[in-house]
C-alpha cells in the first residue's frame, strides 16, 4: 500500500535526483540540463526513494538491480519525451536508454555492497531513531497490528531512511557524472 512514507520517499528522492542532475551537469558540460534531464532525474530519484523506504535489511543485488535500472529507465523515457517535444532532440534514443538502465542497474547493484550506510545518531541510526520508528511502525502495519501508520511515522521513515542513503546516493552521483561527462566529450549516448 502506498502510504506517507512511500510520498515523502518520493518526494526526497526527486529532490535528491533532480538538484544533482543539475550540479553534475554544470559541473562536467558547464551547461544546466535540458528540461527533460531534469524531470527524469527527478522521476528516476523519486522511485528509487519509494524503493529505498520499502527496502527490507535483506535485500540482494538482484533488488538493487531491478529497482535502479527500472528507475534508470522511467528516467530516461520521460527525459527523451519531454526533450522530443521541446525540440532538444530529435526521435527516440534506445542506445541513451539502454545506457542509462545499464548503469542504472550495475550501479544499483554494486553500491549497496561497496558503500555502507550513513549512521546519523537519533536520525538513521540507534534505539528510536526516526528510521527505527518508520521501520517499527511499517512492521505493526504489516503485520496486522495497526491499521496505518501517521504523517510524522511516515515522515521519520523517510528521512531515516534516506539519510541512511546519503552515502549511496554521492556515490551514485560521481557514478552518474562520470557518465555525463563521458557522454559528452568521448562517447554520443544519444
Same mark, same amino acid.
Not at 522511485?47 to 528507475?71: C, D, K, Q, R
Not at 536520525?123 to 504489516?142: I, L, M
Not at 496505518?148 to 542513503?165: C, F, I, L, P
Given at each position: 500500500?502506498?502510504g506517507?512514507d @512511500?510520498a515523502?520517499g518520493?518526494?526526497?528522492?526527486?529532490?535528491?535526483?533532480?538538484?544533482?542532475?543539475?550540479?553534475?551537469?554544470v559541473? #562536467?558540460t558547464?551547461?544546466?540540463?535540458t $528540461?527533460?534531464e531534469v524531470?527524469g532525474a527527478?522521476? !528516476?530519484?523519486?522511485l528509487?526513494?519509494v524503493?529505498v523506504?520499502?527496502?527490507?535489511?535483506?535485500a $540482494?543485488?538482484?533488488?538493487?538491480?531491478?529497482?535502479?535500472?527500472?528507475?534508470?529507465?522511467?528516467?530516461n523515457?520521460?527525459?527523451?519525451?519531454?526533450d522530443?517535444? !521541446?525540440?532538444?532532440?530529435?526521435?527516440?534514443?534506445?542506445k541513451s536508454?539502454?545506457?542509462?538502465?545499464t *548503469?542504472g542497474?550495475?550501479?544499483g547493484?554494486?553500491?549497496?555492497?561497496?558503500?555502507?550506510?550513513? #549512521?546519523v545518531?537519533?536520525?538513521?541510526?540507534?534505539?528510536?531513531?526516526f528510521?527505527?520508528?518508520?521501520q517499527? *511502525?511499517?512492521?505493526?502495519v504489516?503485520n496486522?497490528?495497526a491499521?496505518?501508520?501517521s504523517?510524522?511515522?511516515?515522515?521519520?521513515?523517510a528521512?531515516g531512511?534516506?539519510?541512511s542513503?546519503?552515502?549511496?546516493?554521492?556515490?551514485?552521483? *560521481? *557514478? @552518474?557524472?562520470?557518465?555525463?561527462?563521458?557522454c559528452a566529450?568521448a562517447?554520443?549516448?544519444?
Amino acid at each position: 500500500m502506498f502510504g506517507w512514507d @512511500d510520498a515523502i520517499g518520493f518526494a526526497l528522492g526527486a529532490t535528491i535526483g533532480a538538484g544533482l542532475e543539475i550540479a553534475e551537469h554544470v559541473a #562536467a558540460t558547464g551547461k544546466l540540463p535540458t $528540461g527533460g534531464e531534469v524531470a527524469g532525474a527527478a522521476l !528516476t530519484g523519486g522511485l528509487v526513494g519509494v524503493g529505498v523506504v520499502n527496502a527490507p535489511e535483506t535485500a $540482494g543485488a538482484s533488488f538493487g538491480m531491478a529497482v535502479g535500472g527500472g528507475a534508470a529507465l522511467a528516467g530516461n523515457t520521460l527525459q527523451q519525451a519531454i526533450d522530443i517535444r !521541446t525540440g532538444e532532440q530529435q526521435g527516440y534514443s534506445l542506445k541513451s536508454a539502454v545506457i542509462d538502465t545499464t *548503469v542504472g542497474a550495475v550501479t544499483g547493484a554494486v553500491i549497496p555492497k561497496v558503500v555502507g550506510e550513513t #549512521a546519523v545518531s537519533g536520525v538513521s541510526a540507534g534505539r528510536n531513531s526516526f528510521k527505527a520508528v518508520g521501520q517499527a *511502525v511499517q512492521t505493526k502495519v504489516s503485520n496486522g497490528t495497526a491499521a496505518r501508520g501517521s504523517v510524522t511515522s511516515g515522515a521519520k521513515a523517510a528521512v531515516g531512511t534516506q539519510t541512511s542513503e546519503a552515502g549511496r546516493t554521492g556515490a551514485g552521483a *560521481v *557514478v @552518474d557524472a562520470a557518465k555525463t561527462v563521458a557522454c559528452a566529450h568521448a562517447v554520443n549516448c544519444r
